[in-house]
Nanobody
C-alpha cells in the first residue's frame, strides 16, 4: 500500500521556522522525484520545491527561494522541507508528491496545514 505521510505543520509567527517531513512507503522511493506543493484557500495548488532522485539537484518557486530548503534521506524514505523566515502568505496546506514520469506514476500525501500568523 502506497503511503505518503506528512507531518510538522502547525501555527507559527511571522519570521518563524517549521520543518515538514514526508515519510514514504509502499513504493521504490529512491526512483521517484519528490516535490512539495501548497494550496492556499481560494487559490490553485502550486509547486513549492522539488528534488531529484539522488538529492543532488533541487528547484524552488521564486516566492520561497532563499527561505525554504528541500532535502531527502533515501535511507529513511523521507523528504523534508525546512521553512525559514515564514510569512503570512506562506499559509497553506502543504502536500508531498512523488512522481516517476518515465512510468507515469504519481502519488500524493494527505497534506499538512501551515498557518503563519501573529
Amino acid at each position: 500500500q502506497v503511503q505518503l505521510v506528512e507531518s510538522g505543520g502547525g501555527l507559527v509567527q511571522p519570521g518563524g521556522s517549521l520543518r515538514l517531513s514526508c515519510a514514504a512507503s509502499g513504493f521504490i522511493y529512491g526512483l521517484y522525484v519528490m516535490k512539495w506543493y501548497r494550496q492556499a484557500p481560494g487559490k490553485e495548488r502550486e509547486l513549492v520545491a522539488d528534488i531529484s532522485t539522488t538529492g543532488i539537484s533541487a528547484n524552488y518557486a521564486d516566492s520561497v527561494k532563499g527561505r525554504f530548503t528541500i532535502s531527502r534521506n533515501n535511507g529513511r524514505n523521507t523528504v523534508y522541507l525546512q521553512m525559514n523566515s515564514l510569512k503570512p502568505e506562506d499559509t497553506a496546506v502543504y502536500y508531498c508528491n512523488a512522481v516517476r514520469p518515465s512510468q507515469g506514476r504519481e502519488y500524493w500525501g494527505q497534506g499538512t496545514q501551515v498557518t503563519v500568523s501573529s
